[in-house]
């Protein structure tokens, strides 16, 4: 979402146009922004076209356990617990750390485009 504002909004303003549509070109490069392109970028689409969400919904994972041959669906995992990406970018590795990279690699682009921005 951030990079639609960016570009839908931020880039009608002169002050910061030159510098989003130079970091435009930076993120095109595929190679070098794969969590744009594979997860930040895919993410977005799904939730916008498909209605598919994060796996970090919840606070709870359901669990059904088997005590003494009786299977016991009422049991939860709390939230401190590994989520982990089940497909697409990154799979198996905790949806938090992805997702706190997500939010570094921002991070960056939005320090570059304020530094381009006062030149």
């Known amino acids: 979402m951030v990079g639609s504002v960016l ?12 510098a989003i549509e130079k970091n435009w070109k930076n993120i095109s490069i595929k190679e070098d922004n794969e969590i744009f392109w ?4 895919d993410s977005r689409d799904r939730a916008l ?3 598919e969400t994060d796996p970090l919904d919840g606070d709870t ?3 059904t356990l088997s005590i003494d ?19 697409g970018y990154k799979t198996g590795e905790d949806a938090r750390d992805v997702y706190d990279e997500a939010i570094q690699w921002w991070n960056v682009q ?4 304020e530094r381009e ?3």
Do not use: A, M, T
Not at 69 to 87: A, V
């Open 49 to 51: 076209h498909e209605y």
């Open 69 to 87: 041959g009786i299977w016991d669906g009422s049991r939860k995992i709390g939230e401190c617990l590994f989520k982990p990406l089940e497909y």
């Open 7 to 18: 570009d839908r909004v931020d880039k009608n303003d002169d002050y910061f146009k030159d």
């Open 110 to 113: 939005l320090s570059f485009i």
């Open 61 to 63: 994972i359901p669990l």
């Open 38 to 41: 594979k997860f930040i970028k």
């Open 117 to 119: 921005s006062q030149k």
